[in-house]
């Protein structure tokens, strides 16, 4: 079955840089979740987008936007990179709500490293 | 606020023997609860929910967990430890609010398995 596509899996940036992440979510879901998981930390919530319209901000940081293509995919462009930035980024789908279905279906995964 | 508590960052159990990774929740309304396991290097896999219905759930790889009300747990347990089971496990919470909803996670509990 096919599963959320994230792309690239490893990104290296330098400081002050700018990064752009992509997911494609599963096929007909129509949610979208992006999440930061720090070094031994657990996933942070930074946003969500529901029908191509953000749904719910998190502790996402000004210098971070995202948006959904009318395909559903969606792309997390991150600029004035930060060390602090280095972390796992996770995208998620859903069809609809998780409470109607009861869950995410998670990516592997972007590695971001900012040097 | 909605939110779960995983008590111990670290547990260790030997191969065979009984894994008990406890999370404890707080929620005004019932809630929606989440285990996911994280493999290193790795996405996050769900192994079971609890949405409505039966208390005991059943999950992937032999685990399960008991959804308590009264002791606002949600417990996973599995009888036999395999050492293919060490990995990092999350606990979740499913929070809807404004029209939107995402999944908040506990710090993450990890497990090691020693022969």
């Known amino acids: 079955a096919a599963g959320v596509i994230q792309s690239p899996r490893h990104l290296i940036k330098e400081k002050r840089e700018t990064a752009t992440l992509k997911c494609y979510p599963i096929?007909?879901?129509?949610?979208v979740y992006w999440y930061q998981q720090g070094p031994g930390q657990d996933p942070q919530f930074l946003i969500s987008f529901y029908e191509k319209m953000q749904s719910d901000k998190g502790s996402i940081p000004d210098r971070f936007s995202a948006q959904q293509f009318s395909d559903y995919h969606s792309e997390l462009n991150m600029s004035s990179l930060e060390l602090g930035d280095s972390a796992l980024y996770f995208c998620a789908s859903s069809l609809g709500w998780t409470g109607a279905t009861g869950e995410l279906f998670f990516g592997e995964g972007s590695r971001l490293t900012v040097l | 606020a909605q939110s779960v508590t995983q008590l111990g960052s670290h547990v260790s159990v030997s191969e065979g023997a009984l894994v008990l990774l406890r999370c404890n929740y707080s929620s005004s309304v019932p809630p929606y609860l989440f285990w996911y396991v994280q493999y290193p290097n790795q996405g996050l896999q769900l192994l079971l929910k609890y949405t409505t219905g039966a208390t005991l759930v059943k999950g992937i790889n032999g685990f399960e967990a008991e959804f308590k009300k009264s002791e606002t747990s949600f417990h996973l347990t599995k009888p036999s430890a395999h050492m293919s089971d060490a990995a990092e496990y999350f606990c979740a919470v499913s929070v809807q609010q404004g029209g939107s909803e995402k999944l908040v996670f506990g710090k993450g509990t990890k497990l090691t398995v020693n022969p």
């Open positions: 096929p007909r879901h129509d949610t």
